[in-house]
């Protein structure tokens, strides 16, 4: 089982310990440094965002904004840190562990971040996430129940609709290319083949579909996968998309890794995350702003 990133509060202590010597450091040299002196293994930083960032240096460089805040650091230079008096006296009486409580007993800590607003995150300090984390994780609480119902919805709607909701998927990823021209070959129920999207205008390039609407619970065997492998066969095809409201057995995985057709099987997970992500059956319900301090501009 994977070791989870510390949250934040975990980092403040190596980050004054890496600084006790006094020395001026970047914010990149310190990530590092961090890293190594909290003991962060290779798969911790290697986790991410959503938004493609590093979760280490994310929840470091929020470890640093609140020590900044405490004046336990300083600022010296754009991008360099330093510790301060006061940061060499908090490690001195909280070498274990210091947590929010301990910065808001400091004299300089902002009042922004009063026992008020923390109380409001109902988490205790040592499991707290900074603002932009709890939008992120807001964000995929949200879009995993969207799924669940895009789920329920498709399996509620008969075969024809979740065949073309299918096809509309695959041309919003880009599968039928940017031409107008591009012919679309639907719900032909040809031989095993629940539709065709031509590549090209001519159709010299295409991309079979078989779409099953499963019960959530179901699972997609071997002998389906080779029922549609058979018929793509018979219409000489080498590439094609089987995809399900369900999950596929290990088997069925396995069997796609040895064809030399290639053959992508997508689930109900991965069919309502695409969706999401191309838009395909849902829409924007809000659009919100995050801004942050532009350095170049204070240069």
């Not at 280490?56 to 900044?68: D, E, M, V």
């Not at 879009?143 to 008969?158: C, D, G, P, Y």
């Not at 099987?265 to 838009?279: E, F, K, N, V």
Request: glycine share 8%; with cysteine.
């Amino acid at each position: 089982m994977a070791i989870e990133v510390p949250t934040w509060d975990k980092f403040m202590v190596p980050i004054l310990t890496v600084l006790a010597d006094g020395k001026t450091r970047s914010r990149q040299e310190l990530y590092e440094l961090v890293a190594k002196e909290a003991n962060l293994t290779s798969e911790q930083k290697a986790e991410v965002l959503s938004s493609g960032t590093k979760l280490y240096t994310h929840r470091i460089g929020w470890a640093f904004f609140r020590l900044l805040e405490a004046g336990a650091i300083t600022r010296p230079l754009r991008n360099l840190l330093q510790i301060t008096q006061v940061g060499l006296e908090l490690l001195k009486t909280h070498p274990n562990g210091i947590i929010l409580t301990d910065l808001r007993q400091l004299e300089g800590f902002a009042d922004q971040w009063n026992k008020q607003n923390t109380e409001s995150l109902d988490q205790s300090d040592s499991e707290v996430l900074d603002p932009y984390e709890l939008v992120e994780r807001g964000i995929e609480y949200i879009n995993h129940e969207v799924a669940n119902e895009l789920l329920s919805r498709l399996h509620s709607q008969n075969p024809e609709f979740f065949e073309q909701a299918v096809i509309d998927l695959l041309l919003a990823m880009g599968y039928g290319g940017k031409d107008t021209k591009t012919t679309r070959t639907q719900l032909s129920h040809d031989g095993g083949i629940d539709g065709i999207i031509d590549q090209d205008v001519l159709g010299l390039s295409r991309v079979y579909i078989q779409a099953k609407r499963y019960a959530v619970d179901n699972v997609v065997q071997r002998p389906a996968v080779q029922s549609f492998v058979g018929a793509l066969q018979g219409h000489q095809a080498n590439q094609g998309v089987f995809i399900t409201t369900s999950q596929f057995s290990s088997g069925a995985t396995e069997y796609c890794k040895s064809l030399s057709t290639r053959v992508v099987l997508i689930d109900g997970p991965q069919l309502a995350s695409l969706m999401i992500r191309y838009g395909v059956g849902v829409q924007v319900k809000s659009t919100y702003h995050i801004v942050a301090i532009d350095e170049d501009f204070f240069e």
